[in-house]
Each structure stands twice: as structure tokens, then as C-alpha cells.
């Protein structure tokens, strides 16, 4: 039997179109060729994205672990071009949101602006990748907090729903409620963090809030 002659008689099993391409590709050189240029193109387009995502990979190694570490512009410049190279790592969203608004605070007033503005656009972009993402949904809630701290504790609360285990997510759920002055879900939030670490700092933070409406209620909280 010859290298081929099975293709000869049908397949049952088999697509109808498998079986067809496989009769031509032993029939008609032209396409055979034709299917060896569609392969090459396919697997040079694989080493390009292969090649893309290792230069993305080597900036975003840069930004996170160089040696010297690498300053807040420098961290965003690296980020911008690994997301440029290679758009579907959201790890360079968490870093660069993460680097621009944690040193806003050291920045003076009119960077500081411009920090904060950087980690929303990078917070937002990480988000549409992944949405459940806990770094960028904890930067996310803060932006939200200055403009309504409802909602950003309806965010918060969401991941926490969704990741409910973690102690930490009720910690900060915890004192977020606290500081909106809703003790009654604060203390529910708590009984989640019984007996871990953050559960320690979370109480400390409920009981300071507490105190601080105390003060502001004229000794009574709500």
C-alpha cells in the first residue's frame, strides 16, 4: 500500500471537509505548496507574538526588579511600552496604576494631580482586563471614595462577595464602613477577620472611627 493510498477509500468517522483536504493535498501540488505557505505564515506570526511578549516581559523586569530600581517616570515609561508590545498582561496596569498613586503622596501639589490622573487611566485599562483584579479594585474604591463613598463601598463589597474568604477584603470592608459611620456593618464585616492579623488592625480602625464620631455626634454614633 502506497504512503497515501489510505486516503483513497472514506472515512466515516472522519469531517467530510478533513477527508476532502486531505485527497487534494495528495492530487494537486498547488496546494499542497499553498497549505506550506499558510503554515510558515501562522508559525511567523507565532515567533513575532512569542518575540513581543518577551520584549514586554523584559521592560516590565525593568520597571519591577532593576537594578538601580527604577523611579516613578521611569516605571511608567517601562509599562507603557510593554502594554504597547503586549496589551494583554494586565500585571503592567497593576504596576504602573500601583507606582503613580502610591508616590502621588510624595509628589508636590501639581504632580501630585498628575500621578493621580496616571494610576486612574492605568487602573481603568487593568480593569477591563480583568475586572476581579484585588490591586486594582482597591485603588479603584479609593478614587471612588472622594467622590462617593457609597458606591465605592458597593464596589469593594462586590470583590469581597466574590473572593470572600480572604480576611483582608472584610478588614478593609470593615473600615470603610466604619469611616462612612455604618458601625452596625462595620461590626458584621468584622466577625470575617476573627483571629487573623488584619482582623487586629481592622478593630483598631473601627473602634479610632467610632471615637471620631463620638467626638463629631456629640457622643453618639448612628
Same mark, same amino acid.
Given at each position: 500500500?502506497?504512503?497515501?493510498?489510505?486516503?483513497?477509500?472514506?472515512?466515516?468517522?472522519?469531517?467530510?471537509?478533513?477527508?476532502?483536504?486531505?485527497?487534494?493535498?495528495?492530487?494537486?501540488?498547488?496546494?499542497?505548496?499553498?497549505?506550506?505557505?499558510?503554515?510558515?505564515?501562522?508559525?511567523?506570526?507565532?515567533?513575532?507574538?512569542?518575540?513581543? !511578549? =518577551?520584549? #514586554?516581559?523584559?521592560?516590565?523586569? $525593568?520597571?519591577?526588579?532593576?537594578?538601580? &530600581?527604577?523611579?516613578? /517616570?521611569?516605571? %511608567?515609561?517601562?509599562?507603557?511600552?510593554?502594554?504597547?508590545?503586549?496589551?494583554?498582561?494586565?500585571?503592567?496596569?497593576?504596576?504602573?496604576?500601583?507606582?503613580?498613586?502610591?508616590? !502621588? =503622596?510624595? #509628589?508636590?501639589?501639581?504632580?501630585? $494631580?498628575?500621578?493621580?490622573?496616571?494610576? &486612574?487611566?492605568?487602573? /481603568?485599562?487593568? %480593569?477591563?482586563?480583568?475586572?476581579?483584579?484585588?490591586?486594582?479594585?482597591?485603588?479603584?474604591?479609593?478614587?471612588?471614595?472622594?467622590?462617593?463613598?457609597?458606591?465605592?463601598?458597593?464596589?469593594?463589597? #462586590?470583590?469581597?462577595?466574590?473572593?470572600?474568604?480572604?480576611?483582608?477584603?472584610? &478588614?478593609?470592608?470593615?473600615?470603610?464602613?466604619?469611616?462612612?459611620?455604618?458601625?452596625?456593618?462595620?461590626?458584621?464585616?468584622?466577625?470575617?477577620?476573627?483571629?487573623?492579623?488584619?482582623?487586629?488592625?481592622?478593630?483598631?480602625?473601627?473602634?479610632?472611627?467610632?471615637?471620631?464620631?463620638?467626638?463629631?455626634?456629640?457622643?453618639?454614633?448612628?
Amino acid at each position: 500500500m502506497g504512503l497515501f493510498d489510505f486516503l483513497k477509500a472514506d472515512d466515516p468517522d472522519a469531517p467530510p471537509w478533513i477527508m476532502k483536504a486531505l485527497r487534494r493535498s495528495v492530487n494537486d501540488p498547488w496546494f499542497v505548496a499553498m497549505m506550506g505557505v499558510f503554515v510558515l505564515l501562522v508559525s511567523l506570526a507565532g515567533v513575532w507574538h512569542c518575540a513581543r !511578549a =518577551g520584549m #514586554a516581559q523584559q521592560y516590565y523586569y $525593568q520597571a519591577k526588579y532593576g537594578k538601580p &530600581a527604577a523611579d516613578t /517616570e521611569q516605571v %511608567l515609561e517601562y509599562c507603557k511600552k510593554a502594554y504597547a508590545l503586549y496589551p494583554d498582561n494586565y500585571y503592567f496596569s497593576i504596576l504602573a496604576s500601583e507606582k503613580a498613586y502610591y508616590m !502621588a =503622596g510624595q #509628589a508636590e501639589a501639581g504632580l501630585r $494631580q498628575r500621578r493621580l490622573e496616571q494610576s &486612574a487611566i492605568w487602573c /481603568e485599562r487593568g %480593569l477591563v482586563q480583568n475586572g476581579m483584579k484585588g490591586q486594582l479594585r482597591r485603588i479603584k474604591a479609593r478614587f471612588l471614595w472622594e467622590t462617593s463613598p457609597s458606591e465605592a463601598i458597593r464596589f469593594w463589597k #462586590a470583590y469581597t462577595e466574590w473572593q470572600f474568604w480572604e480576611p483582608y477584603n472584610h &478588614a478593609v470592608l470593615a473600615g470603610m464602613y466604619a469611616k462612612a459611620g455604618d458601625f452596625e456593618n462595620a461590626e458584621r464585616a468584622l466577625t470575617w477577620t476573627d483571629g487573623s492579623p488584619e482582623g487586629e488592625e481592622a478593630r483598631r480602625i473601627v473602634e479610632m472611627e467610632r471615637k471620631e464620631w463620638k467626638a463629631i455626634l456629640g457622643g453618639e454614633t448612628r
